[in-house]
């Protein structure tokens, strides 16, 4: 389904899309970053913390990672304060960056087998389908982000992915 070579231009461009929109949102006040707009997860902040839980909850079965401490539920909450949200975004992209050079094509066409919290059962399903879920639940929520941010007057530059990376 997909190759590593997939899997390290994903996690590429997703970093600089999180830069992007992390630069644009530090372009707004605290207040209009909180501000709920009618999003999925409300506000900018809101649908930043949940891209956080769910690229953690993703690596936390890929790889080992720490599992979130929070359900999705809460995911919008989950870390209050804007400057420690960035910081810990842009220290799982490069820990992303790091662990998509590791991917091998016998890794992606395993399956996993797992326990959703948020639909409560087991589950399994090819690893292949589940790396591309993640990037694409990434692009899914950034579109949401990027309504928003554009809403404010702020600015993300190009987001084709041809021609960012």
């Known amino acids: 389904m997909i190759t590593p070579a997939y899997v ?3 996690a590429a461009y997703n970093a600089e899309m999180n830069r992007r929109w992390y630069a644009a949102a530090d372009s ?3 207040a209009q970053r909180r501000e709920d707009r009618g ?3 409300g506000s900018i902040h809101g649908t930043l ?3 956080v839980w769910g690229d953690s909850t993703w690596m936390a079965r890929f790889a080992g990672w720490p599992r979130p401490a929070v359900p999705q539920g809460d995911s919008p909450g989950m870390i209050a304060d804007w400057e420690v949200l960035k910081a810990t975004r842009f220290d799982l992209d490069a820990r992303l960056i790091g662990w998509a ?3 091998t094509q016998e ?3 395993e399956d996993l087998a797992w326990f959703s919290g948020s639909i409560q059962k087991d589950l399994v399903m090819p690893k ?3 790396v591309t879920h993640m990037f694409n639940h990434q692009t899914h929520h950034r579109g949401q982000a990027h309504a928003i941010l554009t809403s404010f007057g702020a600015k993300t530059g190009d987001t ?3 021609f960012v990376l």
């Open 8 to 10: 390290r231009t994903m």
């Open 28 to 30: 707004l006040t605290d």
């Open 39 to 41: 999003a999925f997860f």
């Open 49 to 51: 913390c949940h891209l």
């Open 101 to 103: 050079g590791t991917v």
């Open 107 to 109: 890794w992606l066409d």
């Open 128 to 130: 292949g389908l589940l």
């Open 160 to 162: 084709d992915l041809p």
